[in-house]
């Protein structure tokens, strides 16, 4: 009897198999997958890091004329690392020393790195003067 209790036994106990080579080569792969992942998101945070919004508006292409309005394209960068919220880009057309127009952009945020483009329209030609671009204000998150 005592020998059929110990196959019994035996038996109960979980068989350990040898993995195959798939099985070693998928592992290894997600492995390095998610290393790579690691290493890029704390080199992202390293570079980045807990540096103030630095935003940045410039125009971004040629003025275009379109049934008496002028399309004037632009883009705000933020180098900085931290995240800016409603970044306020501002616009001034001066003709002859004399502020004729001005337009106004509103952006909810831009993360550290982000740049997004918009146009400001006019109904003077910006070539007639004087165009100032420039970032008026944001929040901090």
């Known amino acids: 009897m005592s020998q059929l209790n110990r196959q019994s036994n035996l038996s109960k106990q979980p068989q350990q198999r040898e993995r195959s080579l798939a099985e070693w080569v998928t592992f290894a792969i997600s492995l390095i997958v998610l290393l ?19 935003l940045v508006l410039e125009r971004s292409g040629e003025v275009r004329q379109i049934e008496g309005k002028f399309y004037v394209p632009f883009t ?28 106004e952009q509103q952006f909810d945020f831009l993360a550290g790195g982000e740049a997004e483009e918009g146009e400001f329209i006019f109904s003077h030609n910006p070539q007639d003067g004087e165009l100032v671009l420039r970032v008026a204000s944001y929040q901090k998150p």
């Open 76 to 103: 705000v960068t933020n180098s900085g690392g931290e995240t800016a919220n409603t970044v306020q880009a501002i616009a001034q057309l001066r003709i002859n020393g004399e502020v004729k127009e001005t337009g």
């Open 36 to 54: 790579s992942i690691v290493v890029l998101v704390f080199s992202s945070w390293l570079k980045v890091g807990e540096r103030p919004p630095v």
